[in-house]
């Protein structure tokens, strides 16, 4: 699949490399990426870290924010991880609730139905950061990316 655009682009990248994500404290953070997310996480510098799904064509660089500076995000921006079924959708969910106090979890909603034939739950993370556990039963990116404009 190409994921450049028809268009003959000014600037013709070769991947999407990484992005950047506040974080509040990086030493709980960490453990929250990779013990509860199974996210790849590691530390490049005192004020700095990072993780990834795996993959070694991206990443999320986490920066750490000043001591007394919060982060207010709002729940439409949230990182979206795929679950397997709805019940692992309960599972994760019932072990963000034991686990809410180690690792900082500031909020879990209520499990819902989403539009896409499973269900889901988000949480947000100690950092302020939403995150979204859900499972599809229909429609995948591919899809999506191959519909092309729809608007």
């Known amino acids: 699949m190409n994921i450049h655009s028809s ?3 000014v600037v013709r ?3 999407f490399s990484h992005g950047t994500l506040e974080t509040a404290g990086l030493d709980r953070t ?3 990426y990779e013990e509860f997310l ?3 996480w590691y530390r490049q510098a005192r004020v700095a870290g990072g993780f990834n799904s795996g993959s070694t064509k991206w990443y999320v660089a986490c920066l750490g924010l000043p001591t007394g500076v919060e982060v207010a ?3 439409d921006y949230r990182w979206v991880l795929a679950l397997g ?3 692992e959708i309960c599972d994760a969910r019932q072990k963000a609730l034991e686990k809410r ?3 900082g979890i500031q909020e879990i909603t209520d499990i819902c139905e989403n539009r896409f034939g499973g269900v889901s739950f988000v949480l947000q993370d100690l950092n302020g950061c939403w995150w979204e556990f859900e499972h599809r039963t229909t429609f995948c990116y591919d899809d999506l990316f191959a519909a092309g404009d729809v608007v």
């Open 7 to 9: 268009f003959d682009p």
């Open 13 to 15: 990248s070769n991947a």
């Open 30 to 32: 960490g453990p929250f």
């Open 38 to 40: 199974g996210i790849g």
């Open 73 to 75: 995000q709002s729940r």
């Open 85 to 87: 079924s709805d019940e």
């Open 101 to 103: 106090e180690l690792y």
